[in-house]
């Protein structure tokens, strides 16, 4: 399986941006998909979660009211539409996936990473 993301940029606080992860390779089934980021000098932190099975949903308490993460099956693709964007998220975003349940916030247990797309928000 193969993630690729994309969608970031720059933009300036209070705006607002679209990341996608499409997945590819042999059938895509995953328990979650997730979405996490890393600003420098900082350790991986979960953003949101996608429960593939029930389309249940999961935000970190930092982006919730201001983040959707929401998904397309037929394309095997995870969107997370980013609102009211600030400073302070300003990271490298890595979307995941992983096979097995559990806790969806902990990065360790995501055995299939995209590349990571830079969001600058400029304030």
């Known amino acids: 399986v193969q993630l690729q993301a994309s969608g970031g940029g720059l933009v300036q606080a209070g705006g607002y941006l679209r990341l996608s992860c499409a997945a590819s390779?042999?059938?895509?089934?995953?328990?979650?998909m997730g979405w996490f980021r890393q600003a420098p000098g900082k350790e991986r932190e979960f953003v949101s979660a996608f429960r593939w099975g029930s389309g249940s949903t999961y935000y970190a308490d930092s982006v919730k009211d201001r983040f959707i993460i929401s998904r397309d099956s037929a394309k095997n693709t995870v969107y997370l539409q980013m609102n009211s964007l600030k400073p302070e998220d300003t990271a490298v975003y890595y979307c995941a996936a992983r096979s097995g349940s559990g806790y969806y916030f902990d990065y360790q247990k995501y055995g299939y990473w995209g590349q990571g797309t830079q969001l600058t928000v400029s304030s």
């Open positions: 390779g042999r059938t895509f089934s995953p328990y979650f």
